[in-house]
């Protein structure tokens, strides 16, 4: 339950070990809980929200004339 509410709400650790404390086992530690979260390929917030997709510069087939040229 932990690691789906993780990827989904995209929660800190900090809240996400309230809601595990207060719905799974209130005695989990916030260092076994990153551990777990670690595990399993969710520990770094970061890498879980969406990057920037635009692309930095616009490509151009050869031969085709640049804007404003």
Do not use: W
């Not at 709400?9 to 551990?35: H, K, Q, T, Y």
């Amino acid at each position: 339950m932990a690691i789906v509410r993780r990827k989904t709400l995209l929660v800190s650790i900090v809240d996400l070990l309230a809601v595990v404390r207060e719905f799974l086992n209130p005695e989990v530690s916030r260092s076994g809980l990153d551990r777990c979260l670690r595990r399993h390929g969710v520990g770094n917030l970061r890498d879980l929200q969406a990057k920037d997709p635009r692309p930095k510069h616009k490509a151009y087939e050869p031969g085709y004339p640049l804007p404003g040229r």
